[in-house]
C-alpha cells in the first residue's frame, strides 16, 4: 500500500509531545512492514537539515493559491528513521513555519490551512495513486475536505486520528474562502460549523465529516470522545460518526525509548536483564543526577512526572503531590514546561518554596536528554490526568523501570493495572478522585509495595520492563483497518 501521512510533528524532528512520537513509531513499523509509506511535515525554522542524511531538493519551485495570490514553495526529502520525509518549505511573506516553535502563535489555524492547500497542490502534482492519506489532529484536518472537494485526487481512503479533542482549531469562513473553499457553504451543521459559535468553522469537525475512517488513540478514548464529559462539544458529531469510529492504542518507538542502547543513560539494561543489573543500572542515574541537581539518593521511592503542565495533566494534583512527598521521606522530580503564564506563576512560586530543599527537583524547560534520564531514574511516574487521550510516559516508565501511578482515564485505563486489583496484568497503581486526598492515598499505597515486599516490587519492575509496549501490535490494527478500507467502495 502506498500510505501518506500529513503531520504538523515527527520525532525526534518537531516534536511537542506524544504525537510527533507516534508518527515516527507508527511509520517505521509500516515500513518494516512492506508499505510504501510517506510523511509530509512543514519545514519549520528549527529543523536544521544538515541532521538529516542525504537530504535533497525534491521539488524547487511550486505554487499554493492563497487570498488572491500565488506563494512560493518548496518541497525537500530525506530519508530518515527509517521513513520517508517529505518537508514543505513555504516561501510565504507571513513566515508560517518560521516562528521557531510549532505551535502558540496568533495565527495557528491560518497556517495550517495554508499548509494542508499546499499539501494538496504537492500530492496533484505528483498525480500517483494513494492508497491511504492519513491524517492527524486539527492541523491536517482540512485536507479531507480540499481532498475531496477541491482537488480530485487518486485517493481511495482518508484516515482521521484524533490524538486530543480539546484542540479543534476554530477560525472564521473567510479564511476557507481565502485557500479557494466557499467558506460559507461549510458553516452548515452537517458540515464545519461549530457546534458552539454558530459563525465560526471548526477544522477537526472537518476531518470527522469528511474522513472514511476515525481512529481514536485508545479504545477508551474511543468511548469517551463520544460522551458530552469527553468530546469536547464534538461528541453529538462523533456520535453521527460513531460506525467509522474506532479505538487503537498508541505504541512507543522502541528506537527512540531503548534502555538497552540510550546514550543519555550512565548505566544501560534491556528486557532481557536479570532484576539486579536493571536496579543497579537505575540506582546508577539516580547517584549520576543526585549529584547534578543536589537530590539525596537515599530519600526514596523517587517519584515524578515528565510532562506538558497543562489543565489536562492535572497541575493541582501535580501540585499537591509535590507538596506531600518529602514528608513521607521520598523525592520529587518534575520535568515540565508550561504555555500558559498563570500556571507556570503558580509553579514558580512552589519552585522558590522548595529551593534547596533536596527531595524536590522542578525543572521548567523542554528537555529530551534530561527526560530519558529522569525516566530511568525514576521509581515511579505519576500522571493524574483529568482525561489522556493514550499517553506515552507510562508506557515510556514502564520500558525504563519507573512504575506508574496514574488516574484512571482514557488511554491510562487501557495500559495501566493496579497492582492490588489485577490478577495478571499487574503493573502499576491507579486512583480516580481529583483530590489532593486521593493522590495521598494512591502515593501511600504505593510507596507501602515499595519498602515492604521486596521481591514483589522487584518482580513488578521486572515485567513492566518486559511488556510489549511497541507499535508492533497496534500496526497491524493500522494495517487491517486500512485494508478493509480500500476493499470496500468509497
Ligand atoms: P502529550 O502528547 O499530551 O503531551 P504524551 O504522554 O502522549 O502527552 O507524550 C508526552 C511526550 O512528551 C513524552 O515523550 C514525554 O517524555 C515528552 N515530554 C513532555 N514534557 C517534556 C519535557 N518538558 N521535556 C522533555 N520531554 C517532554
Redesign the pocket.
Known amino acids: 500500500m502506498r500510505i501518506v501521512h500529513i503531520s504538523a510533528e515527527f520525532a525526534p524532528l518537531a516534536k511537542a509531545?506524544?504525537?510527533g512520537?507516534v508518527l515516527v513509531g507508527l511509520c517505521r513499523e509500516l515500513t518494516q512492514l512492506g508499505h510504501e509509506t510517506e510523511i509530509i511535515l512543514p519545514k519549520y525554522d528549527f529543523i536544521d537539515l544538515k541532521t538529516l542524511n542525504q537530504v535533497k531538493l525534491e521539488l524547487a519551485d511550486f505554487k499554493c493559491w492563497e487570498s488572491g495570490q500565488l506563494h512560493a514553495n518548496a518541497m525537500w526529502y530525506a530519508e530518515t528513521e527509517g521513513c520517508r520525509l517529505h518537508l514543505l518549505e513555504a516561501r510565504h511573506p507571513a513566515g508560517y513555519f518560521h516562528r521557531g516553535k510549532i505551535y502558540g502563535c496568533e495565527d495557528d489555524t491560518r497556517r495550517f490551512i495554508y499548509f494542508c492547500r499546499a499539501v494538496l497542490e504537492y500530492l496533484k502534482l505528483g498525480n500517483r495513486e494513494i492508497d491511504i492519506l492519513h491524517l492527524h489532529d486539527w492541523h491536517t484536518a482540512l485536507c479531507a475536505v480540499l481532498a475531496r472537494d477541491l482537488f480530485q485526487l487518486p485517493i481511495k481512503a482518508i484516515v482521521l486520528t484524533l490524538h486530543?479533542m480539546e484542540y479543534q482549531g476554530h477560525c472564521a469562513s473567510w479564511d476557507l474562502d481565502a485557500i479557494g473553499l466557499n467558506g460559507q457553504k461549510y458553516l452548515h451543521k452537517d458540515k464545519m460549523q461549530d457546534p458552539r459559535f454558530s459563525e465560526a468553522i471548526n477544522l477537526l469537525k472537518g476531518g470527522l465529516v469528511y474522513a472514511d475512517a476515525l481512529v481514536a488513540v485508545s479504545p477508551t478514548y474511543a468511548r469517551e470522545i463520544v460522551t458530552p464529559e469527553g468530546g469536547f462539544y464534538l461528541d453529538q458529531t462523533l456520535r453521527k460518526m460513531k460506525s467509522k469510529l474506532t479505538g487503537i492504542l498508541n505504541g512507543i518507538d522502541h528506537h527512540l525509548w531503548n534502555p538497552a542502547a540510550d546514550p543519555c543513560l550512565a548505566a544501560h539494561f534491556s528486557e532481557k536483564s536479570p532484576i539486579g543489573t536493571i536496579l543497579t543500572s537505575k540506582q546508577k542515574m539516580r547517584e549520576s543526577l543526585a549529584k547534578q541537581w543536589g537530590l539525596d539518593p537515599n530519600k526514596r521511592p523517587w517519584v515524578g512526572a515528565?510532562?506538558?503542565l497543562v489543565n489536562?495533566k492535572g497541575p493541582e494534583l501535580l501540585e499537591a503531590a509535590i507538596e506531600q512527598v518529602p514528608a513521607m521521606g521520598a523525592t520529587f522530580l518534575l520535568?515540565?514546561?508550561s504555555p500558559n503564564p498563570k500556571i507556570q506563576k503558580h509553579f514558580d512560586a512552589l519552585k522558590k518554596k522548595f529551593h534547596g530543599n533536596a527531595q524536590v527537583l522542578l525543572q521548567f524547560?523542554?528537555?529530551?536528554r534530561l527526560?530519558h534520564q529522569l525516566y530511568s531514574a525514576l521509581d515511579f511516574i505519576l500522571i493524574p490526568s483529568t482525561f489522556e487521550p493514550?499517553?506515552?510516559?507510562q508506557m515510556?516508565g514502564m520500558r525504563y523501570g519507573a512504575i506508574p501511578i496514574a488516574r484512571a482515564t482514557g488511554g491510562l485505563k487501557d495500559t495501566v493495572f493496579d497492582a492490588e486489583t489485577s490478577e495478571k496484568k499487574r503493573n502499576g497503581f491507579l486512583f480516580s478522585e481529583m483530590s489532593p486526598r486521593a493522590i495521598h492515598d494512591v502515593m501511600k499505597r504505593a510507596f507501602a509495595h515499595f519498602h515492604k515486599d521486596g521481591p514483589a516490587f522487584e518482580a513488578l519492575i521486572q515485567h513492566a520492563v518486559q511488556l510489549d509496549c511497541s507499535w508492533k501490535a497496534p500496526s497491524q490494527h493500522y494495517v487491517q483497518l486500512y485494508r478493509r478500507l480500500i476493499a470496500k467502495p468509497i
Not at 524547560?365 to 529530551?368: A, F, G, Q
Open positions: 509531545g506524544g504525537m512520537e486530543n515528565i510532562t506538558r489536562q520535568l515540565g514546561a524547560e523542554y528537555n529530551e527526560a493514550c499517553g506515552l510516559t515510556i
